[in-house]
């Protein structure tokens, strides 16, 4: 118990010092689990959530020829000739982004989209900082909403067996998509007041063609065979992985065959570290539970009982905040959305309170400062190009009120919704 414990921590300390080879740390831990026997060789497999896993990868591929169709620029080129002035089309590009990251990864969202608003900027003569970093806090924001957004939301389903309809409705109430939607108009309100100045009319835009509907309509199958899938396969266990891997495998033979035609080279952007990564967290969590890790500090939570569940509560979800505003919220997640479910069943509340609140708390958190995430770091790279240097304290000037605004909105609509009292 001590031995896996250990390791767990120092795998989790290397991740929070570097952003780089997070995957070399991950099986560095857990080679050194095997080594001093925290862990056994088959445990590795079944460790392993392959269902997530395969939801994931699907993902990621679906994400590529999606990307590939161009509809994402049509649909933002058509946004911005339909906004009445400057403003109104920053806000405009902003829900977007927010709105297409529900689907796809929010670092692949920010990439797409910061080009056009960079180029509004330049024609406007503005500063791009405030939509480039509304652009990553909004997509970081909107990646819990549904079962295929983000990796968190994976591992909540995968905890919870949620199938991909309860991420809309649960136990008879509206579930976190709509929690999370309610939080993101809190946060949306305080990003138009960095550009309720802008008021300078636009000229049109040319609008790009969409290349193909292909993509749409697979991601579509995807979502059609996602929503059947806890009558199929109540135990999370086959069905979603196999479904979402079926869709992306087809639309990259799609993409292969129709790139040949056209005599263009197409080179593979599969993201094959962040999935080496979540495999091995996988196995490092699995090695908590089984060592019995989780349960002793379950166990030693039982003090709890009692107490205030509003307190109790709160502190997950403001904790989860803090935490994740500085380092990676996955294994953060992973390790602890065990002990929140499980001392969900010690205290006597309903598990989808603090399970959301840890899902809401970690996610939002990282909107904060330029280290919390991902696309954060790949905005504030965007802009260093575009020569304008983005220090810590510019970056929590937008981040921080908007991630309080939603934060403590989609805090308050939980609690009304899951809390006890309801």
């Not at 266990?237 to 639309?251: D, K």
Request: charged fraction near 10%; glycine fraction near 10%; charge should be positive.
């Amino acid at each position: 118990m001590l031995r896996g414990s250990i390791v767990f921590l120092m795998v989790y300390i290397g991740l929070v010092l570097s952003n780089k080879n997070r995957w070399l740390i991950a099986w560095g831990g857990v080679a050194a689990a095997l080594i001093i026997r925290a862990l056994y060789p088959a445990e590795i497999f079944h460790g392993i959530h392959w269902n997530v896993i395969g939801i994931f990868a699907g993902s990621l591929l679906l994400a590529e020829t999606f990307i590939y169709s161009k509809m994402p620029e049509t649909i933002s080129d058509q946004l911005i000739n339909k906004s009445p002035n400057l403003g109104a089309a920053f806000m405009a590009i902003i829900v977007f982004a927010s709105f297409f990251s529900i689907f796809l990864d929010n670092v692949i969202t920010v990439l797409i989209i910061a080009p056009i608003a960079l180029q509004l900027t330049r024609k406007a003569g503005v500063s791009p900082v405030p939509v480039i970093i509304g652009l990553a806090i909004s997509s970081n924001l909107q990646g819990m909403a549904i079962l295929i957004g983000d990796t968190p939301s994976m591992l909540l389903a995968a905890k919870m067996r949620l199938g991909f309809l309860e991420f809309f409705w649960y136990q008879g109430r509206p579930s976190i998509f709509w929690i999370v939607q309610i939080g993101a108009l809190a946060g949306f309100f305080v990003l138009y007041w960095f550009f309720r100045g802008d008021r300078q009319k636009l000229q049109q835009l040319e609008v790009t063609p969409v290349r193909s509907w292909v993509p749409m309509w697979l991601i579509l199958l995807a979502i059609v065979l996602l929503s059947f899938m806890t009558k199929i396969d109540p135990g999370f266990s086959w069905f979603g992985g196999t479904a979402c891997m079926g869709a992306g495998v087809g639309g990259f033979i799609w993409q292969s065959i129709r790139a040949r035609k056209e005599k263009e080279k197409i080179s593979c952007k599969f993201d094959f570290e962040t999935v080496a990564f979540l495999m091995a967290i996988f196995v490092l969590v699995h090695m908590l539970v089984q060592r019995g890790v989780v349960e002793l500090l379950i166990n030693n939570l039982e003090g709890l009982k009692g107490k205030n569940i509003f307190v109790i509560y709160s502190v997950i979800v403001w904790f989860s905040v803090i935490v994740s505003s500085f380092i990676d919220n996955i294994p953060y997640i992973a390790a602890m959305l065990p002990l929140v479910t499980g001392l969900s069943t010690s205290l006597g509340v309903n598990p989808a309170l603090l399970a959301f609140g840890l899902l809401i708390g970690s996610c939002m958190g990282g909107n904060i400062t330029p280290i919390g995430a991902t696309a954060n770091l790949v905005a504030i790279g965007i802009l260093r190009r575009e020569g304008r240097e983005v220090s810590f304290g510019d970056f929590v000037r937008v981040g921080l009120p908007f991630t309080v605004a939603a934060t403590a909105t989609a805090w308050i609509v939980l609690w009304w919704i899951y809390g006890p009292a309801v």
